[in-house]
């Protein structure tokens, strides 16, 4: 809908969990995150965004909150003389085909940001980041010790330590400095896979929402099949963190929270012995939802 010179676009970041890997549905052929204009039509924003998903995406949608609203002037600014106002959502799924007309497929998170996934140590891009941000520093004398500051404080250096909740201040810092294609360098130096528009800085927003989510709900549970090993939920949990856990602290924490309980089945995981199978206690959840609960993101 255009009121004035404002156009509300509806945008839905859907996350899923799959091998281990956490995956984000998209359209274009990985181009661009499901959207569409907000339009008389529709009975309520989310409702309007449902219907674009569906339509586009062919995939169901349930756990669904909203992430975000952007409306920065120098910013997926397609309209002349006026603005778009971007309206984002965060939903959690479990991962289906999607027959949908938009092109759709699902895409690892970190194809877009191979910087933020630290499971197996050091990302090779991140050496190059850091040496292009300490030249961007340097490009400006009287501001040089302020970016120097915030990079090292959005990427862990000087001292300051790595924290996997800053992903959206990564991403507008290298915006800002930039670095990234959507702010106009070249693909062949753009780290990542760039998105149209906002987009990416959108999904940036729904990850860092979700990072910083699963500390202190239980929302985790809404990715993970109806039963699952305590291994399979941890890697669930460090794939969407980045981060490797400490296993022992990890199942501590879940069973002293008390959020699963078996199943009394087994499976065979990587060729050892059969491990339990557990399934999330609905009511503890939902308590939990209400007073808050910690998942345990302590390093290995």
């Not at 895409?107 to 990302?123: I, M």
């Not at 090779?124 to 010790?145: C, G, K, M, N």
């Not at 557990?278 to 007073?291: H, I, N, Q």
Request: glycine share 10%.
């Amino acid at each position: 809908m255009t009121i004035g010179f404002a156009h509300a676009e509806l945008i839905a970041v859907l996350v899923a969990v799959t091998g281990g890997e956490p995956r984000v549905m998209t359209i274009r052929s990985g181009d661009a995150l499901p959207s569409g204009p907000f339009e008389m039509g529709h009975r309520t924003l989310q409702s309007g965004l449902r219907e674009w998903v569906q339509e586009q995406t062919g995939h169901p949608v349930g756990y669904l909150e909203q992430l975000y609203t952007f409306a920065d002037r120098d910013r997926n600014n397609e309209i002349l003389g006026g603005r778009t106002i971007s309206i984002s959502y965060l939903g959690l799924v479990r991962e289906q085909s999607a027959p949908g007309a938009g092109l759709p497929a699902w895409h690892g998170w970190y194809s877009y940001f191979p910087w933020e996934d630290w499971r197996a140590g050091r990302p090779t891009v991140y050496d190059d980041i850091i040496s292009r941000l300490a030249f961007w520093a340097q490009q400006d004398p009287l501001r040089h010790e302020e970016r120097l500051r915030r990079a090292n404080f959005a990427f862990g250096l000087g001292g300051a330590v790595w924290n996997e909740d800053l992903v959206l201040q990564r991403y507008e810092l290298l915006y800002e400095a930039g670095l990234v294609k959507e702010a106009g360098c070249s693909a062949k130096a753009n780290p990542g896979r760039a998105m149209f528009a906002d987009h990416r800085r959108i999904l940036a927003t729904g990850m860092a929402r979700l990072r910083a989510k699963i500390k202190y709900r239980p929302v985790v549970f809404e990715l993970m099949p109806e039963s699952f090993t305590l291994l399979q939920l941890q890697r669930s949990v460090e794939a969407l963190a980045g981060l490797t856990l400490h296993k022992q602290n990890f199942r501590r924490l879940i069973e002293q929270q008390e959020l699963v309980e078996e199943t009394g089945e087994s499976m065979s995981e990587t060729g050892g012995r059969p491990a339990k199978l557990f399934r999330y206690r609905r009511a503890v959840v939902e308590e939990r939802a209400l007073a808050g609960s910690k998942l345990p993101l302590s390093r290995n």
